[in-house]
């Protein structure tokens, strides 16, 4: 299961790191207890958005379009596993008729 990091400790990892250029990104890692991959995608996000982390944290979307996405294939999963319920009741009666 992935750990979720808040947009203060994003930034404050990045600034941890340019704080103590003695230490290796690797270090740096392990003293925060993230992964390297973790590290650099912060680092390429500060990047692309002013030296900030972009954040997205859980039930926070982008924009209204992703939203209504991430609220459709719910509605759309519950949807399917309903109609696994009902096809496998539907199987239960059929065999207590036989």
Same mark, same amino acid.
């Given at each position: =299961?992935?750990?979720? *990091?808040?947009?203060?400790?994003?930034?404050?990892? %990045?600034? *941890?790191?340019?704080?103590?250029?003695?230490?290796?990104?690797?270090?740096?890692?392990?003293?925060? &207890?993230?992964s390297?991959?973790? *590290? *650099?995608?912060w680092? $390429?996000?500060?990047?692309?958005?002013?030296? !900030?982390?972009?954040?997205? &944290?859980s &039930?926070?979307?982008?924009?209204? !379009?992703?939203? #209504?996405?991430?609220? %459709? $294939?719910?509605?759309?999963?519950?949807? !399917?596993?309903? %109609?696994?319920?009902?096809?496998?009741? =539907?199987?239960?009666?059929?065999?207590? #008729?036989?």
């Amino acid at each position: =299961m992935s750990k979720k *990091y808040d947009e203060k400790f994003k930034n404050d990892a %990045l600034e *941890y790191r340019k704080n103590h250029p003695e230490l290796s990104v690797s270090a740096v890692c392990r003293n925060l &207890g993230i992964s390297l991959p973790t *590290y *650099y995608l912060w680092k $390429k996000s500060a990047k692309e958005n002013d030296g !900030q982390v972009k954040h997205v &944290g859980s &039930g926070n979307y982008a924009n209204d !379009q992703e939203k #209504e996405i991430a609220e %459709l $294939k719910r509605e759309l999963k519950n949807s !399917q596993d309903a %109609l696994k319920i009902l096809k496998k009741a =539907m199987g239960i009666l059929a065999k207590e #008729e036989q």
